[in-house]
């Protein structure tokens, strides 16, 4: 459990503590960032209760604390008059000793590993007037990359205001902030999704390549086919949030109303970021759909050129066997058959023909060479 205290000029991590020890309400113009896990919202759910109803006046719902501590949940927003919940599903991190999906080297001759490894959990997302729930798996590396970030925006050689447009403005602001670093990750894994289907395209295509792998493909399908789903569970409750901060009436006050603003930009290019991935995977699940009738026309046209062949090949022999089956036949007059030079004339004009046959094939372009 990490609790950080923001203001307009700083982030600071306050003492660690636990469920029984939270800190007393942030002070005038500070907001609280309060991360847990799931296993920590389980276990400390009744004293987290009872704090939130001291600093914020309210409870969380029953079907909200179902929701947040549920790991199969899909992405999705709802919202009450006192708070708001966003649930996105972000990246999983790989178990110990294994390489992260994003970073994992695709294999040679199997299927797409970053295919087969895409893992997502849950990020739950409570977004009060001063205050900023978030429920994270257990590794929160998500929580710890933004944290970090927080707290040394204060240490870089700038001045008041180049630091305070560095830190967020209030909890709905952290909350976009932490959501971009979800979706971000989805954006690195499209460089690693484009050179898996690229390794499948390449291999599909090689009319020298007979592939066999069809068990990976229907797999990588699949998991494509699961991401296009989590993008757009992702982009539908980003765009339940937008349409939310837009219902609601703008404040007269010029700086509300530009901290307003920027929450609307901020939600919109989030949502953006969505968009592109959803663009991304949809057009990979396309290319892999034309690689595999690309793969089945070159079969096709190999298939082609060989029976081609063989049919030229039996035109050519099949006048070769009349004249053989011709002078085969058992009769005992039969022109050159008592010839001394006989045989060699039959033999000769065998060979006319079939030289004819193969030169008037050739101009025909039935034995033309095709090029790959």
């Not at 429920?135 to 870089?156: F, I, K, N, W």
């Not at 894994?189 to 484009?194: A, F």
């Amino acid at each position: 459990m990490r609790v950080l205290d923001i203001n307009s000029v700083q982030a600071r991590e306050l003492p660690p503590c636990s469920a029984h020890t939270l800190p007393e309400p942030p002070a005038p113009g500070h907001f609280y960032w309060l991360s847990v896990t799931r296993a920590e919202l389980h276990e400390g759910l009744p004293p987290l209760q009872t704090w939130l109803q001291a600093l914020t006046g309210v409870r969380l719902v029953d079907l909200h604390v179902s929701d947040l501590l549920n790991e199969h949940l899909p992405s999705h927003y709802d919202a009450t008059s006192a708070y708001d919940v966003l649930v996105l599903r972000r990246l999983a991190s790989a178990p110990p000793g294994e390489a992260t999906p994003v970073t994992a080297a695709p294999a040679l001759r199997s299927g797409p590993p970053v295919l087969r490894h895409i893992d997502t959990r849950p990020v739950g997302f409570v977004v009060f007037e001063r205050l900023l729930l978030t429920v994270h798996p257990e590794d929160g590396s998500v929580r710890d990359a933004v944290a970090e970030r927080l707290m040394t925006a204060d240490a870089q050689p700038l001045d008041v205001r180049a630091v305070s447009s560095r830190l967020p403005a209030g909890p709905a602001d952290l909350m976009l902030r932490v959501a971009n670093q979800i979706v971000d990750g989805y954006l690195a894994l499209r460089r690693e999704l484009t050179r898996q289907l690229d390794h499948w395209q390449a291999e599909l295509i090689d009319p020298k390549t007979r592939f066999t792998n069809w068990g990976a493909l229907m797999q990588a399908r699949q998991g494509l086919h699961h991401l296009d789903e989590i993008c757009e569970d992702q982009q539908t409750a980003v765009q339940d949030w937008i349409d939310t901060l837009e219902a609601l009436p703008v404040p007269d006050e010029a700086g509300a109303r530009r901290d307003h603003e920027l929450l609307l930009v901020r939600s919109r290019d989030v949502l953006e970021h969505i968009e592109r991935v959803v663009r991304h995977v949809r057009r990979l699940e396309q290319n892999a759909e034309l690689a595999v009738q690309l793969h089945f026309n070159v079969q096709s046209h190999r298939t082609n050129d060989i029976m081609r062949v063989l049919t030229v090949l039996t035109a050519v022999f099949l006048p070769l066997n009349l004249i053989a089956g011709i002078f085969g036949m058992n009769f005992e007059f039969i022109p050159l058959v008592h010839a001394a030079d006989g045989f060699w004339v039959a033999l000769v004009a065998m060979v006319l023909i079939a030289a004819a046959l193969v030169v008037v094939f050739w101009r025909k372009r039935y034995l033309a060479r095709t090029t790959h």
